[in-house]
């Protein structure tokens, strides 16, 4: 099993599980299963690969640019859309950090910068300290975004780096944030030292939003997905994307049906105050982010959120019900405005 698809986690966070419950969604979310050996889901889900300027740099969306700085996560997620980022035989991360950079420097239209991976806190402070002072040196980069589970799988890496804080308090100044994308999946992630944690981030000078996929077994309940939609926001975490899971190969134990996923995320939505209803239920599809919008007796509602194509960007279509599709390509019947710019497959399975 695990010569498949990696296992890796640490004492912190496999003590949040209850070993007498063996439905536990902390378990669930990092012990493997038998299940992710079926023959379901494809290495590169969003077909970043179509995307990559040079390893380690995608340019997907006209304003933002992604780096893959690390190849490494304090624990893997079992249903991880990157999992060739810890198959031995495929590691694509940055290699080389120049190159990158000029490319960035020379799209003027890059506004945004994710770092990503892997995990970009798994990198010594030093060298994640040195990429954010090359692109704070771009003058058109606004905004670096810094996605991360740190603070969920090991907030100690935050509480007990006194130089990371300092970086971000460097870094992240009134008129050009570091924003901070949690992954808190479960309320039962928000421990003492996770809070401690996001508390020292915010009060360096972060901006701090949590995104998560929908998981069957671990969040795809009403109750459970309003519950952490309201703990994130009293926390100073702006709720921001809920996940359609991506068909990542020996994703599907994990994954729940579209139109399932957005009753149970409409479900949540209404349990909520106004500041946790900001979360947007969306799809990272090869053509781009699409919100699933709504539901009427036999058709269900798609946007592009942020489209590959900027001539898409707003598009709105939808299609008939599909009450077993995961994702878009599971639907045959494309009905609407469904954008000509964009091919509808863009590569068939791996």
């Not at 536990?24 to 889901?41: Q, S």
């Not at 709504?294 to 509602?301: A, F, L, P, S, V």
Request: with cysteine; proline share 7%.
């Amino acid at each position: 099993m695990t010569s498949r698809f990696a296992f890796k986690s640490n004492d912190y966070y496999l003590s949040l599980i209850d070993w007498d419950d063996p439905a536990d969604p902390i378990r669930r979310v990092i012990v493997p299963d038998l299940r992710e050996l079926e023959p379901w889901g494809r290495l590169d889900p969003s077909d970043e690969s179509a995307y990559t300027v040079m390893t380690g740099l995608e340019h997907k969306y006209n304003s933002t640019a992604l780096l893959l700085v690390s190849n490494t996560c304090e624990g893997i997620c079992r249903y991880c859309f990157r999992k060739r980022v810890f198959m031995d035989a495929c590691q694509p991360c940055l290699q080389e950090l120049d190159p990158a950079i000029d490319y960035i420097r020379s799209h003027t239209e890059i506004t945004n910068v994710l770092l990503t991976g892997g995990d970009p806190l798994a990198l010594p402070t030093e060298d994640l300290s040195g990429i954010i002072a090359a692109l704070r040196r771009i003058e058109h980069v606004q905004v670096i975004r810094i996605g991360t589970r740190m603070p969920v799988f090991n907030p100690y890496r935050i509480i007990d780096d006194p130089d990371l804080l300092s970086m971000i308090r460097t870094f992240s100044t009134p008129q050009k944030r570091i924003y901070i994308m949690t992954h808190f999946c479960h309320p039962r992630e928000f421990t003492d030292a996770s809070v401690e944690g996001l508390g020292l981030l915010y009060s360096a000078g972060a901006v701090l939003a949590n995104q998560c996929p929908l998981i069957r077994g671990v969040n795809d309940s009403p109750d459970i997905l309003a519950e952490l939609f309201r703990t994130a926001a009293m926390h100073g975490l702006v709720p921001y994307y809920l996940f359609q899971c991506r068909p990542s190969l020996g994703n599907y134990a994990y994954t729940v049906p579209v139109e399932e996923g957005y009753d149970i995320f409409e479900q949540a939505r209404s349990r909520v105050s106004g500041l946790a209803k900001r979360v947007r239920f969306v799809m990272s599809h090869t053509t781009g982010k699409l919100e699933i919008v709504g539901k009427t007796e036999d058709r269900i509602y798609f946007k592009y959120h942020r489209a590959a194509c900027d001539d898409d960007n707003g598009r709105f279509f939808w299609h008939r019900f599909n009450p077993d599709a995961r994702w878009l390509d599971d639907y045959e019947e494309v009905i609407g405005d469904y954008p000509a710019t964009m091919p509808y497959r863009l590569h068939g399975p791996d």
